[in-house]
């Protein structure tokens, strides 16, 4: 009987215990998934890859701005040679009178030249990026060459005041700091090349730019692969230093091209988009082989074709996560 008594005891005490443990612990929230998930891609990084392709499209209509600007400082003067010919002759009523047309040919001849394809490297690039500018009057040539470089140290600026809004979120996502000192060092140095009015350093700095701005994406939701735009940045890179017959680079350019490609083919392919992964491999070959003649121009039209199946890649793919 007295065991009997210590059984019951004990399991009243175990009772009272377990109950006042229970009491004592407040019911835990479950975690929500939104708190782990990572936030969306920041708005402001796609602004500032447009800044920066804006940029590498203006500095690369300075070659033909210009000698259009010297050209018509130059037709200028020869019309005002011909006229003050013309005022020294003989009876200037009559030739008030009878001022002779200028036939259309003769006029065509007085213009500036058209725009020629050697004249600009990423023209044909940044258009199958749809980089075009929205305002028509931006491709017609200005009175002075400043003007231009106001416009892209303009944008230069903006893209500082981005950046500025750009960075914490970068911090607070953790993101390397190493990635984030290059990336201003960066912008440093292209506001350099922007002041000093150096229109190939202008471009290859802002294209340089662009190629943090995948390793940024990784911390956050985005829709599309960051190699995508890696494969952007590769591409242009290509053509940037073809011109300055550094072919060299341009294959190691075109390799890493080639390797993560593949990574997006199997993507493509997963959602049934093989015909996008099948151009894109069969235009990464031509533009190898106009890398092995060292043909600019051949270079310049096939990486073109390039650009042109990476934003399909991208459309694609951005269709498949929608």
């Not at 040539?141 to 005041?161: C, F, L, Q, R, Y």
């Not at 060092?185 to 943090?212: H, P, R, V």
């Not at 692969?225 to 590769?234: F, W």
């Not at 015909?275 to 894109?280: E, S, V």
Request: with cysteine; hydrophobic share 35%.
């Amino acid at each position: 009987m007295k065991i009997l008594k210590k059984h019951i005891l004990l399991l009243m005490t175990l009772f009272i215990i377990f109950s006042s443990a229970s009491c004592s612990k407040k019911p835990q929230k479950p975690s929500s998934k939104s708190e782990n998930e990572p936030k969306p891609l920041p708005k402001v990084v796609e602004e500032i890859e447009k800044d920066a392709l804006k940029i590498m499209n203006t500095a690369d209509m300075v070659p033909y701005f210009q000698r259009v600007i010297v050209e018509q400082k130059n037709i200028k003067e020869k019309e005002k040679m011909e006229k003050m010919q013309m005022a020294q002759k003989n009876n200037q009523d009559q030739k008030k009178q009878e001022e002779p047309s200028k036939d259309p040919q003769q006029q065509e001849q007085e213009k500036p030249k058209p725009k020629a394809i050697e004249e600009s490297v990423l023209a044909e690039l940044l258009k199958k990026e749809k980089v075009t500018s929205e305002d028509n009057q931006a491709e017609k040539p200005p009175k002075d060459i400043a003007e231009t470089w106001k416009k892209i140290n303009e944008t230069i600026v903006g893209m500082h005041n981005k950046w500025n809004v750009l960075e914490p979120q970068l911090t607070t996502a953790s993101v390397s700091p190493d990635i984030i000192t290059e990336f201003e060092d960066t912008l440093d140095t292209l506001t350099k090349y922007g002041i000093e009015q150096n229109y190939f350093g202008t471009m290859t700095t802002a294209n340089e730019l662009t190629s943090y701005l995948p390793k940024f994406m990784p911390y956050f939701k985005k829709e599309v692969p960051p190699t995508v735009y890696t494969l952007k940045y590769l591409t242009r890179n290509i053509v940037l230093q073809a011109a300055m017959e550094n072919y060299s680079i341009c294959q190691e350019n075109l390799n890493q091209i080639k390797e993560q490609g593949q990574t997006l083919k199997s993507d493509l392919i997963e959602k049934k988009a093989k015909a996008t992964a099948d151009k894109f491999d069969a235009s990464v070959i031509n533009l190898e082989k106009s890398i092995a003649k060292k043909d600019m121009n051949l270079i310049r039209i096939n990486a073109s074709i390039v650009m042109k199946n990476i934003m399909l890649m991208m459309d694609d793919l951005a269709k498949s996560t929608s």
